[in-house]
């Protein structure tokens, strides 16, 4: 562990009522109350748990690359328009993308390799392998003080990826967390709601990964 407090967001978007969840989190869990995860050479899919409310929202694919948990949200949970889908996507930002598509096992696993390896080079000073050609956020000046932190709990951190079409290319959202069960991700959530909270500084963060370019754009994280 890094040593690095958690800190509770100023303000909570993800909100969970606790008889809903219940069995959720009981199938999302292992015994000892470990979310369930795939472990393989790379990365290896497993289904997430049954979708709470009315059914409809798509189950998230579980899958672990090194030593980071993740799930790869499918094209269906930014398509679908039900009341509980429409839940699940609380609090998550108007990403502007002119469409959507389910990343790859494999194509998480090099995102997740080349997001580390241009998170590493940026903590050095070499930050124009985070930014791209996506607008400059206004934190900028405060990024490499918070890439430090971030690579330096690298496996502290579980990440959803998304995928989505800007500009006619094919991109991977990475949208990190902590690993610990913190405010927007605790008993499993992560596996079938996007987490988003207001707060948190560098323990919330998110990148893009370009397919066909190979490389890393658009590194924002929250306000302290």
Same mark, same amino acid.
């Given at each position: ?20 969840? =219940? $069995? +959720?989190?009981?199938? !999302? ?7 369930? @995860?795939?472990? /393989? ?86 930050? =124009? $392998? +985070?930014?791209?050609? !996506? ?7 405060? @990024?490499?003080? /918070? ?78």
């Amino acid at each position: 562990m890094s040593g690095r407090p958690i800190p509770f967001p100023s303000s909570l978007v993800v909100r969970v009522a606790a008889a809903a969840l =219940a $069995g +959720v989190i009981a199938t !999302a869990c292992s015994q000892d109350g470990t979310p369930q @995860a795939a472990a /393989a050479e790379g990365a290896r899919p497993e289904a997430g748990p049954p979708a709470p409310d009315d059914g409809t929202v798509p189950p998230f694919l579980v899958v672990k690359t090194g030593n980071v948990d993740g799930a790869i949200v499918p094209r269906e949970f930014m398509e679908l328009r039900t009341d509980a889908v429409r839940y699940a996507r609380e609090g998550m930002p108007d990403l502007g993308a002119e469409g959507y598509w389910t990343p790859s096992v494999a194509e998480v696993t090099v995102a997740q390799v080349r997001v580390r390896a241009a998170m590493s080079a940026a903590s050095r000073g070499e930050v =124009a $392998g +985070v930014f791209g050609d !996506a607008p400059v956020p206004e934190r900028r000046s405060s @990024a490499p003080q /918070a890439i430090a932190e971030i690579v330096g709990a690298w496996d502290e951190y579980r990440v959803q990826y998304l995928g989505l079409v800007e500009s006619g290319r094919r991109r991977i959202l990475c949208n990190a967390f902590p690993k610990a069960d913190a405010p927007g991700s605790a008993g499993g959530l992560w596996m079938f709601r996007w987490v988003a909270t207001e707060g948190g500084g560098s323990w919330y963060w998110r990148i893009r990964y370009d397919v066909a370019s190979d490389t890393c754009l658009g590194f924002d994280c929250n306000a302290p």
